[in-house]
């Protein structure tokens, strides 16, 4: 079982930077794939990041390319959403998830592990 904890949402002004973390208890991500995804008010869950932990391998839905990092750090078993430039349209609920490893898991119903969510709201 992979239970996942969320933190590092809030309030930020667009154009500025939040640092989101989300780490595994009682199991390593080495075998798996981890993904970020929002879902933002009246809007349906979407895809944002993705991570491979064996080989890095990263993808990235196109409205955050450029301006969002995915990373990982092995040894805290954590994996991060570096948010840069933030927009308006970011704000969102922001949930991490897992999945043992895909090559590519774009869509939400592939994960079967998840976290909380935390709240982003970016004020123009």
């Known amino acids: 079982q992979v239970q996942l904890v969320e933190s590092g949402g809030g309030l930020v002004q667009a154009g500025g930077s939040l640092r989101l973390s989300c780490a595994a208890s009682?199991?390593?991500?080495?075998?798996?794939?981890l993904g970020w995804f929002r879902q933002g008010p009246g809007k349906e869950r979407e895809f944002v990041a993705s991570?491979?932990?064996?080989?890095?391998?990263?993808y990235y839905a196109d409205s955050v390319k450029g301006r969002f990092t995915i990373s990982k750090d092995n040894a805290k078993n954590t994996v991060y959403l570096q948010m840069n430039s933030l927009k308006p349209e970011d704000t969102a609920v922001y949930y991490c998830?897992?999945?043992?490893?895909?090559?590519?898991?774009?869509?939400?119903?592939?994960?079967?592990?998840w976290g909380q969510g935390t709240r982003v709201t970016v004020s123009s």
């Open positions: 991570i491979n932990w064996n080989d890095g391998t990263r």
């Open positions: 998830a897992a999945v043992r490893y895909k090559e590519k898991a774009l869509q939400s119903v592939e994960y079967p592990y």
């Open positions: 009682g199991r390593t991500f080495s075998a798996y794939t």
